[in-house]
């Protein structure tokens, strides 16, 4: 049986170095609250504030490293609530969606696209996907057995030397299926 | 192929005749604002306040006629805003859930129980489960081909003369799968 832990996304955001250095001054760099099940990846300790056209989110938690460009990953429910209609998307695809207003201890900018909710996906050692016939990129079907069971229909495969085995889904699908970090998803499919 | 309209309840209250005067005033009567798709039911022009120990919702929607008992239904993604560990339960089934404090014009309540997730369900009225052979309180796969296509393993069937067809989930559910009300659903089984 194909098993895979689960990792529910907070809503959360990733800076560029550029962005950092404006939010929290020159030459700063994050400083690391936790490991993420990804290696290489943190949750900062350093938050920030974003405000949307219909309400804000005072403490957004930063996820580490920097990366190239600044992308802002929440939930439906986050993007109804501050009024951005932020599309599914996988990361790093920001092509045409909605910007925001980030703002830091030193500073603040106004992203003019990033704001995106994020396509579910799991994370694959490339060793995992060769043991399971798995390709980058695959659509999978992936069910989960919480207190409200479900399965999910479209679930992308990321295929990499530097991924550890992980779900990531975000707080929606979490409370729909009624599970929480570190809980088992059975691939299907 | 057993196709269903879907609709999506945003958190709603519904109040006993009792907490009705306690909240607006002796003898006070809901006003409608909308007609729903179950007959007789209605949302009301009244809205009250819930405040949780972690948070607060200024304005409820209160659907109406009056109930037996009064039940605050909301998402967990609300739960967790408001500090309320409400369990995933039927409509009606109420006993050992969490309690909360109502807030009215005229007046303010605290029950001491009726704090629900509600199990996502069907409403078939008689003549449609007849049809497809689907028997009360029968657990149905279903099936939504929105943006996030996803299938729910754990539908519950409800059958009666007074119902019409339609599947409620919440906005958690309707979420995850990127759906709104008065798009469609497929039973599979």
Redesign the interface.
């Known amino acids: 049986m194909k098993q895979v832990p689960v990792g529910v996304s907070a809503r959360h955001i990733h800076l560029s170095k550029e962005h950092i250095e404006i939010l929290f001054g020159p030459g700063y760099e994050l400083t690391v609250m936790k490991d993420l099940s990804q290696p290489g990846q943190f949750a900062a300790n350093e938050t920030v504030a974003v405000h949307g056209p219909k309400s804000s989110f005072p403490k957004i938690r930063i996820l580490g490293p920097a990366r190239g460009k600044t992308q802002l990953e929440i ?3 986050d993007a109804f609530s501050i009024g951005v209609n932020a599309p ?1 998307r996988e990361s790093g695809h920001i092509e045409g969606t909605p910007g925001i207003k980030i703002v830091g201890p030193a500073g603040e900018v106004e992203i003019q696209e990033g704001v995106i909710v994020a ?2 996906h799991i994370h694959f050692h490339t060793s995992d996907a060769e043991k399971w016939g798995i390709q980058d990129k695959q659509v999978l079907r992936v ?1 989960l057995k919480g ?8 679930v992308i495969a990321r295929v990499s030397d530097s991924y550890a085995l992980d779900m990531h889904i975000d ?3 979490a ?4 599970v929480k970090t570190g809980d088992t998803a059975v691939i299907l499919d």
Not at 147 to 154: K, S
Not at 175 to 178: H, L, V
Request: hydrophobic share 25%; charged share 35%.
């Open positions: 939930s439906r429910t599914v396509a579910r069910q207190e409200r069971p479900l399965t999910f229909d479209d707080t929606d699908e409370n729909a299926a009624g």
